[in-house]
Nanobody, 118 residues
């Protein structure tokens, strides 16, 4: 089992920036992936960004060029830097951890709210 503790989030005006951080602890594997999903009210949870322990990054089309994910394998931490935020980025953001052999996230963080509004 992997425990995930998130920090960051909050409220910001359109065009602003926020940073989310997530630290993993517990049964960490050398081969893994970490990243972020988000869920807006009335919508399904969607993948925002991910990075594998080998450094392969993946972004949703809607955030490319605005969000940057960075993963520290030594510290088991992943950070999502969100720039030029839009109202449609408003959602609860969930950190996840996935073992390399898994096809879906194995563990989830508690979620952190991001609100983009003027």
């Amino acid at each position: 089992q992997v425990q995930l503790v998130e920090s960051g989030g909050g409220s910001v005006q359109p065009g602003g920036s926020l940073s989310l951080s997530c630290k993993a602890s517990g049964s960490i594997s050398v081969l893994n992936a970490m990243g972020w999903y988000r869920q807006a009210p009335g919508k399904e949870r969607e993948l925002v960004a991910s990075e594998t322990s080998g450094g392969v990054k993946n972004y949703a089309e809607s955030v490319k060029g605005r969000f940057t994910i960075s993963k520290d394998n030594g510290d088991n931490t992943v950070i999502l830097q969100m720039n030029n935020l839009r109202p449609e980025d408003t959602a609860v953001y969930y950190c996840y951890y996935r073992y390399a052999y898994s096809s879906a996230p194995d563990n989830w963080g508690q979620g952190t709210q991001v609100i983009v509004s003027s």
